[in-house]
Nanobody, 126 residues
Framework: QVQLVESGGGLVQPGGSLRLSCAASGWIFSINAMGWYRQAPGKQRELVAV???????NYADSVKGRFTISRDNAKNTVYLQMNSLKPEDTAGYYC????????????????????WGQGTQVTVSS
Protein backbone atom coordinates (compact mmCIF):
# COMPACT_ATOMS: atom_id res chain seq x y z
CA GLN A 1 0.00 0.00 0.00
CA VAL A 2 0.93 3.64 -0.34
CA GLN A 3 0.71 6.37 2.27
CA LEU A 4 0.97 10.13 1.90
CA VAL A 5 1.79 11.96 5.12
CA GLU A 6 1.50 15.75 5.29
CA SER A 7 3.09 18.06 7.83
CA GLY A 8 3.75 21.74 8.38
CA GLY A 9 0.29 23.22 8.86
CA GLY A 10 -0.64 25.52 11.70
CA LEU A 11 -1.77 28.97 12.77
CA VAL A 12 -0.05 31.99 11.22
CA GLN A 13 -0.74 35.71 11.10
CA PRO A 14 -1.65 37.44 7.83
CA GLY A 15 1.49 38.12 5.82
CA GLY A 16 3.29 35.19 7.38
CA SER A 17 4.73 32.04 5.84
CA LEU A 18 4.36 28.29 6.19
CA ARG A 19 5.97 25.34 4.45
CA LEU A 20 3.98 22.17 3.92
CA SER A 21 5.58 18.80 3.24
CA CYS A 22 4.10 15.57 1.95
CA ALA A 23 6.07 12.34 1.92
CA ALA A 24 4.94 9.28 -0.01
CA SER A 25 5.92 5.81 1.18
CA GLY A 26 5.09 2.21 0.47
CA TRP A 27 4.90 0.24 -2.77
CA ILE A 28 6.17 2.90 -5.18
CA PHE A 29 7.85 2.35 -8.54
CA SER A 30 7.57 5.93 -9.73
CA ILE A 31 5.49 9.04 -9.12
CA ASN A 32 3.94 11.07 -11.89
CA ALA A 33 2.35 14.39 -10.92
CA MET A 34 2.16 15.58 -7.31
CA GLY A 35 -0.05 18.37 -6.12
CA TRP A 36 -1.67 20.31 -3.33
CA TYR A 37 -5.39 20.94 -3.00
CA ARG A 38 -7.32 22.81 -0.35
CA GLN A 39 -10.83 22.82 1.00
CA ALA A 40 -12.39 25.51 3.14
CA PRO A 41 -15.59 24.88 5.18
CA GLY A 42 -18.63 24.91 2.92
CA LYS A 43 -16.55 25.04 -0.26
CA GLN A 44 -15.42 22.51 -2.83
CA ARG A 45 -11.89 21.18 -2.88
CA GLU A 46 -9.75 23.21 -5.27
CA LEU A 47 -6.37 22.79 -6.89
CA VAL A 48 -3.65 24.97 -5.38
CA ALA A 49 -0.57 23.83 -7.28
CA VAL A 50 0.73 20.83 -9.21
CA UNK A 51 4.18 19.70 -10.30
CA UNK A 52 5.00 17.03 -12.87
CA UNK A 53 7.79 14.48 -12.60
CA UNK A 54 9.82 16.69 -14.92
CA UNK A 55 9.36 19.74 -12.75
CA UNK A 56 6.73 21.68 -14.69
CA UNK A 57 4.39 23.59 -12.40
CA ASN A 58 0.93 25.08 -12.50
CA TYR A 59 -0.78 27.28 -9.91
CA ALA A 60 -4.23 28.55 -9.09
CA ASP A 61 -4.52 32.23 -9.97
CA SER A 62 -5.24 33.07 -6.34
CA VAL A 63 -1.80 31.86 -5.17
CA LYS A 64 0.45 32.81 -8.10
CA GLY A 65 3.45 34.80 -6.94
CA ARG A 66 2.90 33.81 -3.29
CA PHE A 67 3.13 29.99 -3.24
CA THR A 68 5.87 27.78 -4.64
CA ILE A 69 5.58 24.03 -5.20
CA SER A 70 8.67 21.84 -5.42
CA ARG A 71 9.56 18.18 -5.10
CA ASP A 72 12.44 15.93 -4.11
CA ASN A 73 12.15 12.83 -6.26
CA ALA A 74 14.78 10.95 -4.26
CA LYS A 75 12.65 11.38 -1.14
CA ASN A 76 9.26 11.01 -2.85
CA THR A 77 8.33 14.30 -1.21
CA VAL A 78 6.49 17.39 -2.40
CA TYR A 79 6.62 20.78 -0.70
CA LEU A 80 4.47 23.89 -0.74
CA GLN A 81 6.13 27.12 0.36
CA MET A 82 3.40 29.60 1.22
CA ASN A 83 4.33 33.27 1.62
CA SER A 84 2.26 36.42 2.15
CA LEU A 85 -0.55 34.34 3.56
CA LYS A 86 -4.05 35.80 3.63
CA PRO A 87 -7.09 34.89 5.74
CA GLU A 88 -8.72 33.50 2.60
CA ASP A 89 -5.93 30.90 2.42
CA THR A 90 -7.40 29.28 5.53
CA ALA A 91 -8.35 25.70 4.66
CA GLY A 92 -7.46 22.06 5.00
CA TYR A 93 -4.58 21.34 2.62
CA TYR A 94 -4.39 17.93 0.98
CA CYS A 95 -1.54 16.30 -0.87
CA UNK A 96 -2.18 14.24 -3.99
CA UNK A 97 0.18 11.98 -5.93
CA UNK A 98 -0.31 9.84 -9.04
CA UNK A 99 1.73 6.71 -8.38
CA UNK A 100 2.84 3.70 -10.38
CA UNK A 101 3.30 0.62 -8.21
CA UNK A 102 5.29 -1.34 -10.79
CA UNK A 103 6.84 -1.28 -14.25
CA UNK A 104 4.11 -3.66 -15.30
CA UNK A 105 1.51 -0.97 -14.64
CA UNK A 106 3.37 1.40 -16.95
CA UNK A 107 4.17 -1.13 -19.69
CA UNK A 108 0.52 -2.17 -19.89
CA UNK A 109 -0.49 1.45 -20.42
CA UNK A 110 -2.47 1.61 -17.20
CA UNK A 111 -2.97 5.02 -15.59
CA UNK A 112 -1.17 5.97 -12.42
CA UNK A 113 -3.18 5.46 -9.23
CA UNK A 114 -4.15 8.66 -7.38
CA UNK A 115 -3.50 8.77 -3.65
CA TRP A 116 -4.45 11.39 -1.07
CA GLY A 117 -3.00 12.44 2.24
CA GLN A 118 -5.06 12.94 5.37
CA GLY A 119 -4.81 16.72 5.22
CA THR A 120 -3.20 19.41 7.32
CA GLN A 121 -4.97 22.53 8.58
CA VAL A 122 -3.71 25.99 7.72
CA THR A 123 -5.30 28.89 9.59
CA VAL A 124 -4.40 32.48 8.77
CA SER A 125 -5.67 34.83 11.44
CA SER A 126 -4.55 37.69 13.63
Amino acid sequence: QVQLVESGGGLVQPGGSLRLSCAASGWIFSINAMGWYRQAPGKQRELVAVITSGGSTNYADSVKGRFTISRDNAKNTVYLQMNSLKPEDTAGYYCNADIYASWSQISRGLPATPYWGQGTQVTVSS
